[in-house]
């Protein structure tokens, strides 16, 4: 079968090569899967460059989420939403999941959008609930929200009853969060978010901030977060990890909150069907609907990851076969 490889680390442009490789060897446990549909993600670009916290040994196929269906064994013919394992991911014809991660796709749910409930989704869940205990009638603050983990934060915190404020680089990226719902939209690259928080809340700031950009954004999140509010460490699509002060956490009572969502696979994998089930009740509910922005065929996949990385997409960019 074919799949997209990268054979050296670079840029996705440069090093992906679109190869022969081996079938995937199902077997006990496991579930051999055609691809329908896969979700780009913002660590697909760094790991081909080498700089995303996995680091699969070369060659390897990228491709972290995807909506499928099983060719063999008792549950062939089903459409299932997962996450194939590195080094044999998912810009590939065909991947292998593990049956216990292989989640069903509610029925009205097409593929493309199924491939992108996965990653941004369960983050967002698990992030703004779990790990940063959003309460209803708090104040949201979601940067780069026009992204695929924006979008996702957006709909997940109108869901839980927050007043969302979002930041995204441009006009067009700013209609695309007021589209979704979020009450205050702030151009980031325009106007200092930081006085337009304070101006909005009062002078109390955001409760909650939800950074995947980190760098300059997470340096002036620490002047717009509430007394006793939570920075959740997302992400560094700016290319800079910040470092933060403590003196700073203690002097203003907030709270520095890491979120790695790949680790529930290994140290707490019953948050991630639970997580699922409770994604699947939302968007049956209306209140959830993957973004994409764009559906490519696979046969694009260096241009897309290319336009990924260059702040080129709007929410999730998915690629057919
Ligand atoms: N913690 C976790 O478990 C977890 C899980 C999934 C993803 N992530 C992280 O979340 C981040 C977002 O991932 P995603 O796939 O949803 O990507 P994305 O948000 O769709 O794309 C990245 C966005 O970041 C913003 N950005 C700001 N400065 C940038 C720069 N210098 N270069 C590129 N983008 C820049 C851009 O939005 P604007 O133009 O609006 O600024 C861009 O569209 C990534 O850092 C990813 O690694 C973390």
Redesign the pocket.
Same mark, same amino acid.
């Given at each position: 079968m074919k799949a997209w490889q990268v054979q050296e680390l670079g840029e996705p442009q440069d090093v992906l090569r679109w190869v022969d490789v081996a079938e995937p060897v199902s077997g006990p446990g496991l579930l051999e899967v055609r691809v329908d549909a896969v979700a780009l993600?913002?660590?697909d670009v760094?790991l081909c460059r080498g700089m995303y916290q996995e680091r699969p040994p070369l060659p390897f196929t990228p491709g972290l989420e995807i909506c499928g269906t099983v060719l063999d064994g008792p549950r062939a013919g089903e459409r299932v939403i997962g996450g194939p394992g590195l080094p044999h991911g998912g810009l590939a014809e065909r991947v292998v999941l593990a049956e216990a991660s292989a989640f069903p796709v509610p029925d009205s749910m097409p593929p493309a959008k199924a491939a992108g409930l996965l990653?941004?989704y369960q983050?967002g869940y698990v992030g703004l609930h779990r790990r940063a205990a959003l309460q209803p009638g708090e104040t949201l603050l979601v940067h780069?929200g !026009? @992204? /695929?983990?924006?979008t996702a934060a957006i709909q997940l915190g109108r869901a839980a009853g927050a007043r969302v404020i979002a930041t995204?680089?441009?006009p067009e990226?700013v209609q695309v969060c007021k589209d979704l719902g979020a009450d205050v939209v702030i151009d980031y690259n325009a106007e200092d978010f930081v006085a337009v928080v304070k101006d909005v809340t009062e002078g109390r700031g955001a409760d909650v901030i939800y950074d995947?950009?980190g760098g300059d954004v997470f340096d002036k999140s620490r002047k717009c977060v509430a007394f006793e509010g939570r920075i959740v460490v997302?992400?560094? !699509? @700016? /290319?800079r990890i910040a470092e933060a002060p403590t003196n700073h956490a203690l002097v203003k009572n907030y709270s520095i909150v890491g979120?790695?969502?790949?680790l529930y696979r290994k140290m707490d994998p019953a948050v991630i069907p639970t997580t699922h089930a409770a994604l699947v009740e939302l968007w049956q509910a209306g209140l959830i609907d993957p973004l994409i922005g764009a559906e490519l065929p696979l046969a694009d996949a260096p241009q897309a990851l290319t336009r990924?990385?260059d702040?080129g997409?709007i929410g999730k960019v998915v690629l057919l076969p």
């Open positions: 993600n913002f660590p760094l990653i941004t983050t780069a !026009a @992204g /695929g983990v924006g995204a680089g441009g990226k995947s950009v997302v992400g560094f !699509a @700016g /290319g979120l790695h969502w790949g990924l990385a702040r997409t």
